[in-house]
């Protein structure tokens, strides 16, 4: 006679593959409730410890409850403890691997730290994000960016601070292959210029953090007005990705000391940069033409010579 099927275990999600957890566990923070948050950051601090300890322990070390940590699991697409407990440690052997005797990547800077330790620190933060924001990619939403933009009578760019730089750099790379686009860096700009959208444009909105009111607001607004919208955030379950027909993003470990560090822009960046070589692709001689005249454009300028001044001018 046949078994019967245990509904709970024949629903029970896989468990996370080790390489994901950590960077799964990142995104969620900004959605959790502040003791499940708080899990969250206390595994993060320390991935190898907390797999060593049981539920009970793991609740008491982030000062909240047993009951508690099993629903930060379940939040993060895990039906067990067991299976969160095998995932950190199989991450944080991933990282020792990956990191040999470099510093732990979750770690601060401290006050005490040498200019030798600071830099190992930041590179390897910075490697580090690039590697997981490759791996964490979603070529099909990336591929629907591409298509949107390409295809676009007009982009739109929003994004303040230093998501305000990354947006220049998108902005002056479709300039030069020449596309129709336009950077907004002020709020009130930009709500003026997404009250001009319509069908057939894109809106892009670029924040780390995706809790930016004053990026948020004006790609909702585009979104009402028919525009296709596209998110580039650190947190897949922020305000400004609920807002977007596609979310594009990074995976970047941010510390207190280094909040808004140059980390967070260089994964960003690179983003940018798939994006746009995909778009680049797809009109691939009338691309290469207009780099090339653009290139000229500067290279002539700066082969002439400067200028003679004459005494009047002095």
């Excluded at 993060?76 to 732990?104: F, T, V, W």
């Excluded at 600071?118 to 591409?146: F, H, P, S």
């Amino acid at each position: 006679m046949a078994h019967p099927v245990n509904r709970q275990d024949a629903a029970e999600p896989a468990p996370e593959p080790a390489a994901d957890i950590l960077v799964r566990i990142r995104g969620a923070l900004p959605s959790l409730a502040p003791s499940e948050r708080r899990v969250g950051e206390t595994v993060l601090a320390d991935p190898a410890e907390a797999a060593s300890l049981s539920i009970g322990a793991l609740g008491d070390r982030a000062e909240t409850s047993g009951a508690t940590v099993m629903r930060f699991c379940r939040a993060i697409g895990l039906a067990k403890y067991a299976q969160l407990r095998l995932a950190l440690a199989s991450a944080a052997a991933r990282e020792d691997a990956l990191g040999g005797d470099r510093p732990s990547p979750s770690t601060d800077i401290s006050a005490t730290d040498s200019l030798a330790q600071i830099t190992e620190k930041i590179i390897y933060n910075e490697v580090r994000a690039l590697q997981e924001t490759g791996n964490g990619i979603d070529i099909e939403a990336l591929g629907r960016a591409i298509d949107a933009v390409s295809q676009a009578r007009r982009v739109d760019i929003f994004g303040v601070g230093a998501s305000g730089f990354v947006g220049q750099d998108l902005h002056q790379k479709l300039h030069r292959i020449g596309l129709m686009a336009f950077i907004w860096t002020d709020m009130h700009a930009a709500l003026t210029a997404a009250a001009l959208l319509g069908p057939g444009d894109v809106a892009i909105a670029i924040s780390h953090s995706g809790s930016t009111q004053d990026t948020i607001e004006p790609l909702r607004d585009a979104a009402e007005r028919g525009a296709s919208t596209i998110a580039l955030t650190n947190y897949a379950r922020s305000p400004l990705a609920q807002s977007a027909d596609v979310v594009l993003t990074t995976s970047v470990r941010e510390t207190p000391f280094r909040s808004g560090a140059t980390v967070s822009r260089i994964a960003q960046l690179a983003l940018i940069d798939c994006l746009f070589v995909g778009v680049a692709q797809r009109s691939y001689d009338d691309v290469a033409t207009a780099l090339q005249n653009t290139y000229g454009a500067i290279h002539r300028r700066t082969r002439q010579p400067a200028p003679r001044r004459s005494p009047a001018d002095s």
